[in-house]
């Protein structure tokens, strides 16, 4: 199984990415807002619509407001095809005003870690650049 793990530095304190994090319904106001066009919940599962019409469905594992951490697993709608997709985000401090996100992704068949690290790594990006903003206003 291929694990990956990325970590991003967010100037934006950590009750505030959590706070965005944590909201389930909202990725497509809080975290990624260019990428994904509506986010739905129906129950424990996250419906993410993208701008393309591809739907993603997630199962929310768990949201742990004491050690911030979300872990959620994609059970239908997987790009390319997964057949393994298990992830969390945890937030750390880091210093007075900043925020360390930890980003882990299980996933199978491990061909596909290339491609979807490289998903990741833009996700991460996105994210930080939409906190960062958030927290600037």
Sequence with gaps: M?????EIVIDSRPEQ???????VG????????????????EGDVRILIF?????????????DDTTRRLA???????QPSLTHHHASFQVFPEGSDRSRLVWITDLL????AT??????????E????????AAAR
């Design 51 to 63: 701008p393309n019409g591809r739907v993603i469905r997630e199962l929310i594992i768990d949201v």
């Design 115 to 124: 491609e979807v690290r490289a998903r990741i790594e833009r996700g991460a």
């Design 2 to 6: 291929a694990s990956i793990h990325t």
């Design 17 to 23: 990415v959590w706070a965005a994090i944590s909201d």
């Design 26 to 41: 909202a990725v497509h106001q809080r975290l990624l807002p260019d990428r994904v066009a509506d986010t739905r919940l």
């Design 126 to 133: 996105d994210m930080k650049r939409t906190l960062e903003e």
């Design 109 to 112: 068949p491990n061909a596909l």
């Design 72 to 78: 959620y697993a994609v059970v239908e709608g997987a």
